[in-house]
């Protein structure tokens, strides 16, 4: 059977590529309901550094800093994630797009191959395969800008994912290349690094108000 993944891909990305339905662009497929629990449900919470790759070396570029959310939906062997970014420096260029975007992405898990698990992947930002581990906690995905302009510094994206479950933790490096004729050149990468939030019951109120 297929299980549904919502994935945390946290990309530098820069105008979604909506879907298109009736006639309306929206960047999440459409469906005729909506459901409040009906899957395993995680989300993620985090920040991202961003780094420029100029004269052969990783660069800091603090103005495409991000804070992220993706709430991720766990179905069997099939993922589904909506990833919302805010980019809050005030020097932020704008030429990756809007401050505040929202993403979305499938894995679909599909074979087990010499211990690594392969998938599909249809996402906002382009198409593309990827592989983990069976408990999903190292994986590697990897995308292309469909129809790419040639004057587009990037037509590739390469995500490394880390789950630390037992830590609560989530590591990844979103990297943006441009191949061609075989060749990769690095443009950007994002370290990103989140905090994971599941279904929860409190014993009070977290919180009060303080005169």
Known sequence: MKTHIFFTGLFLVFGSLPFLASGQKSTIP?????????TYTIIWNGVSKTYRYTNGSWNRDESYDYQF??????????????KTLHRIHPDYDGKA???????????????LKEQKVHSEILASIGNGTGTSDTEFRVS????????PSRFLP???????????YEQGILTE????????????????KN???????IQSKLDQAPTKFKE
Do not use: C
């Not at 990297?175 to 050149?185: A, P, S």
């Not at 370290?191 to 939030?197: H, K, P, Q, V």
């Open 30 to 38: 459409f469906k005729t309901s909506v459901e409040l629990d009906d």
């Open 97 to 111: 797009g809007d401050r505040d975007q929202t993403m979305y992405f499938e894995v679909i898990y599909k074979t």
């Open 173 to 188: 490096t979103v990297e943006l290349i441009l191949e061609k004729d075989g060749k990769e050149t690095p443009f950007m």
């Open 154 to 164: 990037y037509n590739k994206f390469r995500i490394s994912q880390n789950y630390n």
């Open 69 to 82: 959310n993706v709430v991720q939906k766990r179905y069997e062997n099939h993922w589904k994630s909506i």
């Open 140 to 147: 590697e995905l990897t995308m292309y800008v469909p129809n």
């Open 191 to 197: 370290e990103e690094t989140a905090l994971i939030f």
